[in-house]
């Protein structure tokens, strides 16, 4: 209860959350492309599901609402729930012309309580990049159930921590190897010190009583990135299996899945050319069935269609 509250506190932080509302997308920017990539990945499942008729379809997590003016192309009624009150009205302010047409409905809501969506009532839930927050995964897909029409859709776009992409970097690849042999279920910072795993991983209990020594802030075990989050919140992390595991014990079919794209935001020149050109191998790699098993689990983003299961 006390990371909930956390969480909520995070996101209704006004000078924390501006940044969403203030990113501009420009196409020489990394984290634009992952973003656009895997949105446009959401995009052809709506184009699939809809088959040209419109869709009332339910955001969950939608931010300040960059990705619904593209969503909303395919609704005949959107609806979204969030957690922040800011990003709220970010959103409604951004597609203020839907607003105003009684064609979106913007509300303030948590994933993980009864959403304000009649029962049987959509055709499609997207959410994207929002499940690393939720806590209580069961009530959330229990709720997205209820509010689906037989035969509804759920497309899932999630940050895969476990990606490539995140290591390239022997720190970052140290890091990401041992949470995958610790079985970690979530992180609480993106810092790459080798103090962080053992302070913020199942080690915690063997050396939390180190933590001011010596030794455990000696130049070897502390360098690296630092990342102190402000509010104590936890992420969960999540790999292509444990999210396609995750979503089969929650009642949910899975129709088709992907991972993309595989490298950006590199820091300098060089290595720009060099994994942008592996990466633009990849992406065309995956579209061929026989590659595309694999490199859907290396992906820096996993994506799911699914379909609700009519128990």
């Known amino acids: ?116 969506i009649k029962s049987n009532s959509m055709d499609a839930i997207v959410i994207v990049g929002a499940l690393q927050y939720v806590m209580d995964l069961k009530k959330c897909f229990n709720e997205c159930s209820r509010v689906l029409k037989k035969n509804g859709h759920l497309i899932i776009a999630q940050t895969n921590t476990f990606s490539i992409n995140e290591m390239i970097t022997l720190r970052k690849f140290i890091v990401g190897i041992s949470r995958i042999i610790l079985k970690e279920e979530f992180q609480y910072s993106h810092s790459t010190t080798i103090k962080s795993i053992l302070l913020e991983t199942k080690l915690k209990k063997f050396f939390n009583k180190y933590k001011n020594s010596w030794w455990m802030n000696s130049w070897i075990i502390s360098s690296g990135f630092k990342d102190v989050w402000k509010f104590k919140v936890k992420r969960r992390l999540f790999s292509y ?50 590659f595309s098993y694999f490199l859907r689990h290396i992906g820096s983003s996993t994506m799911f269609l699914c379909k609700k299961k009519n128990l």
Not at 257 to 274: A, L, M, Q, T, V
């Open 241 to 290: 299996n444990r999210l396609k595991k995750i979503i089969k014990n929650n009642n949910f079919e899975i129709s088709s899945s992907c991972g993309y794209p595989f490298f950006y935001d590199n820091k300098n020149i060089f290595s720009k050319i060099i994994f942008s050109s592996i990466d633009f191998l990849l992406v065309n790699l995956n579209k061929l069935t026989i």
């Open 1 to 116: 209860n006390s990371y909930k509250k956390n969480i909520s506190d995070l996101w209704n932080h006004y000078n924390y959350v501006k940044k969403y509302d203030n990113y501009k997308y420009t196409s020489k920017d990394g984290i634009t492309y992952y973003l656009e990539g895997r949105r446009n990945i959401v995009i052809k499942y709506l184009k699939n599901i809809s088959n040209k008729k419109k869709l009332n379809m339910l955001e969950l997590g939608f931010g300040a609402g960059q990705n619904t003016q593209h969503f909303m192309k395919f609704c005949k009624k959107f609806y979204g729930i969030e957690i922040s009150s800011h990003q709220v009205d970010f959103a409604k302010k951004r597609n203020k012309s839907a607003v105003s047409k009684g064609k979106a409905r913007f509300m303030v809501g948590s994933m993980e309580k009864k959403f304000k």
